[in-house]
T-cell receptor
Framework: GNSVTQMEGPVTLSEEAFLTINCTYT??????LFWYVQYPGEGLQLLLK?????DKGSNKGFEATYRKETTSFHLEKGSVQVSDSAVYFC???????????FGSGTKLNVKP | GAVVSQHPSWVICKSGTSVKIECRSL??????MFWYRQFPKQSLMLMAT?????????EQGVEKDKFLINHASLTLSTLTVTSAHPEDSSFYIC??????????????FGPGTRLTVT
């Protein structure tokens, strides 16, 4: 079946530190992979995505590469800001983008 | 950008009563919406797919008679938790595909509804 595992939080970093949030998946077929972000009091927002192996998704300084050989989609950012504090969800979807499978979410706290 | 709203954001009800949660797409039409449930520190679990003009499709293990879904219009889906019990206490989130407004595969999520059953 399909499932997503991501590192537990919370993750606490100082401003300008390097961020990695690990995400691995199991899937049947060829899924698409996503990172969603949830700011306090708001709905989940798409941060980035990759639809096939070796694709790199990027947005707002965040990057993640679809690694089929390691079944991973780790989220990275070279220099975090206080405004990046949020909960980050790794997810995969089937080819029709109808069903999403989410990781448990990782809370990021960035201190000034 | 496209927005999905949910109402109420937080509700407390007594055991045995029913609660209705609304999910609205504010500036786009959604023939399909999805309902998720999230337990503390756990993944979002897809409960059902709400289809405008037809019956909802429920995921395995979800009681359709307990979680009634009605897709009343192209901008509104409702989830009714019937005869609620404390174990139904959870965070319920809806989403809708962005369609022409969004990129491939993008979903727009509501802010969620916290249900507490006493």
């Amino acid at each position: 079946g399909n499932s997503v595992t991501q590192m537990e939080g919370p993750v606490t970093l100082s401003e300008e530190a390097f961020l990695t949030i690990n995400c691995t998946y199991t899937a049947t077929g060829y899924p698409s992979l996503f990172w969603y972000v949830q700011y306090p009091g708001e709905g989940l927002q798409l941060l980035l995505k990759a639809t096939k192996a070796d694709d790199k998704g990027s947005n707002k300084g965040f990057e993640a590469t679809y690694r089929k050989e390691t079944t991973s989609f780790h989220l990275e950012k070279g220099s975090v800001q206080v405004s990046d504090s949020a909960v980050y969800f790794c997810a995969l979807s089937d080819r029709n983008f109808n069903k999403f499978y989410f990781g448990s979410g990782t809370k990021l706290n960035v201190k000034p | 950008g496209a927005v999905v709203s949910q109402h109420p954001s937080w509700v407390i009800c007594k055991s045995g009563t029913s609660v209705k949660i609304e999910c609205r797409s504010l500036d786009f039409q959604a023939t399909t919406m999805f309902w998720y449930r999230q337990f503390p520190k756990q993944s979002l679990m897809l409960m059902a797919t709400s289809n405008e003009g037809s019956k909802a499709t429920y995921e395995q293990g979800v009681e359709k008679d307990k979680f009634l879904i009605n897709h009343a219009s192209l901008t509104l889906s409702t989830l009714t938790v019937t005869s609620a019990h404390p174990e139904d206490s959870s965070f319920y989130i809806c989403s809708a595909p962005g369609g022409l407004l969004a990129g491939e595969g993008e979903q727009y999520f509501g802010p969620g509804t916290r249900l507490t059953v006493t």
